[in-house]
């Protein structure tokens, strides 16, 4: 049987989905670039399919929780993403906090970004150095979830809600 789709997790997930976000750059495409030029943008419209899918997810009673960790001073990249998080993920239903990367030490973290489903399974997220997406890893083994469910308490217990948290 093949992995279930990205979407497919989130629409068969029943309580929760959590996301680790530990790079201080991602993808830099047309969207970033624009915002870098000054072009500011309603991020609801602009991607509305995750919008909608966040809106409807949680509109199921599913919670979900997004935890970046960041080096300070941040990148341009994070001021982007931070800029955009409040017309996007929160307006959708999502809860997001930021973690100042040396607040992190001495948390023991999984080498990859992660989704967490229901606290059962992982899609950890590969990329290049560059930020490109290299592909995803769909895991269901019970240790492996919990080493994830740990590290993303750890992480959400020390970070900052978003609406308290000002970049530097």
């Known amino acids: 049987m093949p992995d279930p789709t990205f979407e497919d997790l989130f629409r068969s997930a029943r309580r929760s989905a959590v996301h680790l976000e530990m790079r201080d750059g991602y993808m830099l495409d047309e969207d970033?670039?624009?915002?870098?030029?000054?072009?500011?943008?309603?991020?609801?419209?602009?991607?509305?399919?995750?919008?909608?899918?966040?809106?409807?997810?949680?509109?199921?009673?599913?919670?979900?929780r997004r935890a970046r960790i960041v080096s300070e001073?941040?990148?341009?990249?994070?001021?982007?993403?931070?800029?955009?998080?409040?017309?996007?993920?929160?307006?959708?239903?999502?809860?997001?906090?930021?973690?100042?990367?040396r607040r992190a030490s001495d948390l023991a973290l999984p080498g990859n970004d992660f989704w967490l489903f229901d606290?059962?399974?992982?899609?950890?997220?590969?990329?290049?150095?560059?930020?490109?997406?290299?592909?995803?890893?769909?895991?269901?083994?019970p240790a492996v979830a919990e080493l994830c469910a740990m590290a993303f308490e750890a992480v959400w217990d020390r970070a900052v809600p978003h609406a308290d948290y000002a970049p530097r």
């Open 32 to 64: 970033f670039r624009q915002w870098q030029a000054g072009t500011r943008f309603d991020p609801a419209e602009r991607w509305r399919p995750w919008f909608d899918l966040m809106r409807d997810t949680t509109g199921r009673g599913v919670v979900v």
């Open 73 to 101: 001073p941040v990148t341009e990249y994070i001021r982007y993403e931070y800029d955009v998080t409040a017309g996007h993920n929160i307006a959708a239903g999502e809860q997001v906090r930021w973690l100042p990367r």
């Open 119 to 141: 606290g059962e399974a992982v899609l950890f997220n590969h990329f290049a150095g560059n930020g490109d997406m290299l592909g995803e890893e769909y895991v269901t083994d």
